[in-house]
């Protein structure tokens, strides 16, 4: 039986560590494909790369992690599965490489010419974690990180989801990323524009409820785009940490189709 191998990419700061119990969930789902967890440059265990400032220019490290690994080794048709920043990027890899993917999962993401940039990213919500938190008491603003791109209570996340909380935290104390390239990937972001068509198959996945990109822009990516999109009606941006079990169910209902 011929295998799916996933590329799965992360967003703004964040690196592969950071899906947390998706990791799990996702190669219990799929016990029979490969999934390579790529970092972008400046995230993860890339932390001491310089981010570009041109989406295009993140594509040659995303490949140089897969030719260090067994991927062009191992036959089978090649899904993609990106949140945000990570979305966004996979996207430009399709345009760059049109024959790599047969399909594109695409997560709260947004595109420059499809959406205003006022809906595209919350100033507030990122003042309030994304950047103080490279400068401050790192279990403290990765709490305010995570109350800010879920809708999780304080309560919750340090009850419920304390251990998945633990794990990001350690991560990040691990790999901690540079403000500079917090920068670098707004701008890369901020300025990159979609297709006009669609590089491959694609399914958009929402968060209705999501503080850090307005919602509105999936709906705006599946207006031009024509493509089929899931939505979650509660969750917030992240929802990998939020209902890992929500995205795997869309995953696999619609991988085959």
Request: aromatic share 12%; hydrophobic share 40%; net charge neutral.
């Amino acid at each position: 039986m011929e295998i799916t191998k996933w590329i799965v990419l992360r967003g703004l700061g964040r690196g592969h560590g950071h899906w947390g119990v998706f990791i799990q969930k996702m190669q219990s789902a799929f016990p029979q494909d490969k999934i390579y967890w790529l970092d972008l440059p400046g995230n993860g265990s890339l932390n001491s790369e310089k981010s570009p400032w041109v989406l295009s220019e993140y594509i040659p490290y995303l490949e140089k992690q897969l030719q260090q690994s067994d991927f062009f080794q191992v036959p089978g048709q090649t899904y993609g599965v990106g949140l945000s920043l990570g979305g966004m990027a996979l996207v430009e890899w399709a345009v760059i490489d049109s024959n790599l993917f047969s399909k594109l999962y695409l997560i709260n993401t947004s595109s420059a010419n499809f959406s205003k940039p006022w809906m595209r990213f919350s100033v507030g919500q990122f003042f309030n974690g994304i950047w103080e938190r490279l400068s401050q008491n790192l279990e403290e603003l990765e709490k305010k990180l995570l109350l800010a791109t879920t809708n999780l209570t304080e309560e919750k996340l340090m009850s419920d989801f304390r251990s998945a909380y633990q794990a990001v935290v350690d991560y990040s104390r691990l790999y901690p990323v540079k403000k500079i390239n917090i920068i670098r990937q707004l701008i890369a972001a901020s300025l990159y524009h979609f297709p006009k068509a669609m590089p491959s198959s694609v399914i958009i996945l929402r968060g209705f409820k999501d503080r850090l990109v307005q919602s509105q822009c999936s709906q705006d990516i599946q207006q031009h785009w024509l493509c089929e999109m899931e939505t979650h009606p509660t969750a917030g941006h992240d929802i990998a940490f939020e209902d890992s079990e929500w995205l795997i169910k869309k995953i696999t209902s619609t991988h085959k189709k």
